[in-house]
């Protein structure tokens, strides 16, 4: 089985599922703590392992959780991510993201 960091999953999947975490982080303020939404989700995805984890056999969290995943991986990359961040925020495409991302949440945190 392949290693995956579940704290960094669950942080980027709270940032996800969030507007008020993403208006705080990724649009621009003079506070150190910032992020983006390309950042959030090489984190979720690369940085954290669960990419390369989800493309293998088996199960990572449950099988259901699994699909809502490389649902979610979907979702995401039907975003443009080259425009402003507010833009990004704003997209209606964000909002059934932040949905699924607390979706895999709760599955996640029943385990």
């Known amino acids: 089985m392949s290693w995956i960091n579940r704290d960094l999953v669950v942080a980027c999947l709270k940032e996800l ?7 705080r982080l990724w649009l621009p303020n003079e506070k150190s703590e910032q992020s983006s939404f ?9 940085d954290s392992g669960l990419g390369d984890r989800l493309e293998k056999p088996g199960v990572t969290f449950s099988e259901d959780a699994d699909s809502l995943l490389r649902n979610l991986d979907t979702k995401l990359q039907a975003i443009d991510a080259m425009r402003v961040p507010i833009d990004i925020i704003n997209d209606p495409r964000l909002d059934q993201v932040r949905s699924l991302a607390k979706e895999i949440l709760s ?3 029943d385990r």
Do not use: K, W
Not at 17 to 23: G, K, L, N, P, W
Not at 38 to 46: A, I, R
């Open 17 to 23: 599922s969030d507007r008020a975490i993403q208006e």
């Open 38 to 46: 390309e950042e959030s989700v090489c984190q979720l995805f690369d």
């Open 107 to 109: 599955h996640i945190h």
